[in-house]
């Protein structure tokens, strides 16, 4: 087990809590920081791997949950994995598909056996289990398997349920780790639950680091709480975790809050967002986003971004992109590919500014560029303010 995930640091910031380092993992080397796109059902939406190669992405995101039903654990078995069914040479990591039976399904019953829903397929009685999900994620061959936890919305008020989860999530995290079949190719993160109640978060993270595995999840935000109560999670959860194992934020993908979990020390991050807003005719700027469904880029011949190495913006024009956004599928796959180019250039920077020892000064960059009349929301402010990097010096 000790051979299947090598994590090197290679630089730290002197001021924050910010590092880049190698993830060496079966099927690639990752850099740190990380954004992994999601691709649900074995594919990133609307992209080719190739595509996806091209722009630099090392590491993608499968669902455990829609990759059991379709293709499922047999086809799975028969191909040996899902790197050689989709043709992608690089890095997965897969979720437990414990997250959908309770953001997607009407019919989602929790207890101490698993998670009983009901099937998409057919509608029939299921149940997923720790054993199970680990099955699964043993079929699809990811370098990286997240245990089965129990998810609770952080902005449910109920202390004794988000108690229950907590230890129930270690319980859960023993029953992967002895029914986890590849222990020597795929690596097993458990996941830091606790909401934001930081007694409970700090006991989860405490008893995650008591087993032995090569690195951490933080889960259980990115649901709804203020970004306030959501920093302060990502730190004190950073903080408790070992330094010499990666960290990763699930359901992260922001620019403005990737940056600030790198400056709290967070290494990996997934999210939908980049692939999911180019649907809506959205892309991604240094200033945020614009959305070129609007009147206003008609005539627009510029590119998306005149900085960006990306296919489309070396090609297309803003005006044809208004053309044919929401109308023509092809547009999904323009957008997606401006959009996850620069959600790869932005971590690119992040860990170029690292080895070069001026990671606090691009955070202030960034921030000048993505609130331009210098009006942070004050969440940016002391998040930063926690790790010595001062939003008021950017001047």
Same mark, same amino acid.
């Given at each position: 087990?000790?051979?299947?995930?090598?994590?090197? &640091?290679?630089?730290?910031?002197?001021?924050?809590?910010?590092?880049?380092?190698?993830?060496?993992?079966?099927?690639?080397?990752?850099?740190?920081?990380?954004?992994?796109? &999601?691709?649900?059902?074995?594919?990133?939406?609307?992209?080719?791997?190739?595509?996806?190669?091209?722009? !630099?992405?090392?590491?993608?995101?499968?669902?455990?949950?829609?990759?059991?039903?379709?293709?499922?654990?047999?086809?799975?078995?028969?191909?040996?994995?899902?790197?050689?069914?989709? #043709?992608?040479?690089?890095?997965?990591?897969?979720?437990? #598909? #414990?997250?959908?039976?309770?953001?997607?399904?009407?019919?989602?019953?929790?207890?101490?056996?698993?998670?009983?829903?009901?099937?998409?397929?057919?509608?029939?009685?299921?149940?997923?289990?720790?054993?199970?999900?680990?099955?699964?994620?043993?079929?699809?061959?990811?370098?990286?398997?997240?245990?089965?936890? !129990?998810?609770?919305?952080?902005?449910?008020?109920?202390?004794?349920?988000?108690?229950?989860?907590?230890?129930?999530?270690?319980?859960?995290?023993?029953?992967?780790?002895?029914?986890?079949?590849?222990?020597?190719?795929?690596?097993?993160?458990?996941?830091?639950?606790?909401?934001?109640?930081?007694?409970?978060? /700090?006991?989860?993270?405490?008893?995650?680091?008591?087993?032995?595995?090569?690195?951490?999840?933080?889960? #259980?935000?990115?649901?709804?709480?203020?970004?306030?109560?959501?920093?302060?999670? &990502?730190?004190?959860? /950073?903080?408790?975790?070992?330094?010499?194992?990666?960290?990763?934020?699930?359901?992260?993908?922001?620019?403005?809050?990737?940056?600030?979990?790198?400056?709290?020390?967070?290494?990996?991050? !997934?999210? &939908?967002?980049?692939?999911? /807003?180019?649907?809506?005719?959205?892309?991604?700027?240094?200033?945020?986003?614009?959305?070129?469904?609007?009147?206003?880029?008609?005539?627009?011949?510029?590119?998306?971004?005149? @900085?960006?190495?990306?296919?489309?913006?070396?090609?297309?024009?803003?005006?044809?992109?208004?053309?044919?956004?929401?109308?023509?599928?092809?547009?999904?796959?323009?957008?997606?590919?401006?959009?996850?180019?620069?959600?790869?250039?932005?971590?690119?920077?992040?860990?170029?500014?690292?080895?070069?020892?001026?990671?606090?000064?691009?955070?202030?960059?960034?921030?000048?560029?993505?609130?331009?009349?210098? @009006?942070?929301?004050?969440?940016?402010?002391?998040?930063?303010?926690?790790?010595?990097?001062?939003?008021?010096?950017?001047?």
């Amino acid at each position: 087990m000790e051979n299947t995930l090598k994590f090197e &640091v290679l630089s730290t910031c002197n001021s924050t809590r910010a590092r880049t380092g190698l993830m060496h993992l079966p099927h690639y080397t990752v850099e740190t920081p990380i954004f992994m796109p &999601v691709g649900t059902k074995g594919s990133v939406k609307s992209l080719l791997p190739d595509q996806l190669e091209k722009i !630099d992405c090392q590491i993608i995101l499968g669902n455990t949950y829609h990759l059991g039903f379709r293709p499922g654990i047999e086809l799975l078995k028969k191909v040996n994995g899902l790197h050689n069914f989709m #043709g992608w040479n690089r890095a997965i990591l897969t979720d437990s #598909g #414990g997250f959908q039976m309770v953001s997607l399904l009407h019919l989602a019953e929790i207890n101490e056996h698993g998670v009983k829903f009901q099937s998409p397929e057919d509608g029939s009685e299921c149940m997923l289990t720790p054993e199970k999900s680990i099955e699964i994620q043993n079929a699809i061959g990811a370098d990286i398997i997240m245990q089965l936890d !129990d998810v609770v919305p952080t902005t449910l008020q109920d202390s004794a349920r988000m108690e229950e989860s907590t230890y129930r999530t270690t319980r859960w995290l023993d029953r992967c780790i002895k029914s986890h079949k590849h222990p020597e190719k795929q690596n097993i993160f458990p996941i830091v639950q606790g909401g934001l109640d930081k007694d409970l978060r /700090t006991l989860s993270a405490n008893l995650h680091c008591e087993r032995k595995v090569n690195g951490y999840a933080i889960g #259980g935000l990115v649901g709804g709480e203020a970004k306030e109560d959501f920093w302060r999670m &990502v730190s004190l959860s /950073t903080g408790l975790l070992p330094e010499n194992k990666p960290k990763y934020v699930m359901g992260v993908g922001f620019a403005v809050d990737l940056v600030i979990c790198c400056a709290l020390g967070a290494d990996m991050y !997934d999210c &939908v967002f980049p692939t999911r /807003t180019a649907r809506f005719g959205c892309a991604l700027l240094s200033s945020g986003q614009i959305n070129l469904k609007q009147k206003t880029y008609t005539m627009d011949f510029d590119p998306i971004d005149k @900085n960006c190495r990306c296919s489309t913006c070396k090609t297309y024009s803003r005006a044809y992109l208004h053309q044919i956004v929401a109308v023509e599928s092809v547009a999904c796959n323009l957008l997606s590919v401006h959009n996850l180019t620069y959600q790869m250039d932005l971590m690119k920077g992040i860990r170029n500014s690292i080895k070069e020892n001026r990671f606090p000064r691009f955070v202030q960059e960034f921030m000048s560029n993505m609130y331009p009349s210098k @009006n942070y929301p004050q969440w940016c402010i002391d998040a930063l303010q926690s790790v010595n990097i001062s939003l008021q010096e950017d001047n």
